[in-house]
């Protein structure tokens, strides 16, 4: 069994992506959830399955929330629950992009404790536990000191710069796209990019590891309002989600308010 359970989040992690890979260029069996949930592949289905063999084997005790797993109510009475998006990005996995990844947390009382966020097709594990920083395929990793919304490097889709969304005026930023959640708060994370937002209702499984690495890369990430994230709710969603370096996090939540 894994010393920590960042030990064992990074082996199931690897574990998830060998089996999805297996997957790619073969049959996927896509498949489309009730109330327009999105698709859902074979290969979501079994990394699935062997991250609930490889997290809850080892943990018997935790509690478990996937987006994969119909829910069970238990999680809510226990202190440890593992947040897994088995595939985030599984419409770009369909298309045959190299974007998705496994994202896997764990929370403790409400709060993430540790996380991995692994692409294997590009090779780029993120990792983090509470306290002991973030790191990328074992380097240290750090966001950006950016401060000025007008010239920062932003990962949102094109409808959160509606100006609906900002009463303070629409900041004048260089606007990019990934399709997973999960990847674009690494890649702020990694201070690739300076900030990432999206004002949508966000699942928890979509976000609660990207929380913690980003938020021990040094950056801040709350909801759309600036209040906590929270995670392990009845009901596993966020009001969206604001990430940033703290000095720019501040302005772009002045300009939403």
């Known amino acids: 069994m894994p010393a920590n359970d960042l030990d064992l989040l990074i082996a199931a992690a690897h574990a998830a992506g060998q089996v999805a890979t ?38 018997p005790g935790y509690g478990w929330l ?55 097709m590009l090779n780029r594990l993120y990792t983090a536990a509470e306290g002991s920083g973030a790191h990328l395929n074992g380097t240290p990793i750090q966001a950006s000191d950016a401060s000025n919304p007008d010239t920062a490097r932003v990962l949102a889709a094109r409808p959160a710069l509606d100006p609906q969304h900002w009463p303070g005026g629409v900041p004048d930023l260089r606007r990019s796209h990934r399709p997973s959640l999960a990847y674009r708060l690494s890649l702020v994370a990694e201070g690739r990019y300076d900030a990432m937002f999206t004002f949508r209702p966000s699942w928890e499984w979509d976000i609660a590891a990207g929380t913690l690495i980003l938020q021990e890369a040094g950056a801040v990430a709350t909801d759309k309002t600036g209040g906590p994230l929270i995670f392990n709710n009845p009901h596993p969603q966020c009001n969206g989600v604001l990430a940033a370096a703290p000095a720019l996090h501040a302005a772009l939540l002045q300009r939403l308010r």
């Open 22 to 59: 297996s997957f790619v260029g073969g049959e996927l069996d896509v498949r489309h959830k009730d109330d327009g949930a999105g698709p859902v592949t074979a290969a979501d289905l079994a990394a699935n399955a062997v991250l609930e063999q490889t997290l809850r084997g080892a943990r």
């Open 66 to 120: 996937s987006e994969e797993s119909p829910d069970d109510p238990a999680r809510l009475n226990t202190e440890h629950v593992f947040i897994v998006d088995p595939l985030d990005g599984t419409r770009s996995f369909i298309s045959g992009e190299n974007t998705w990844a496994h994202s896997i947390a764990l929370a403790e009382n409400g709060r993430i404790v540790a996380a991995a966020i692994y692409l294997p």
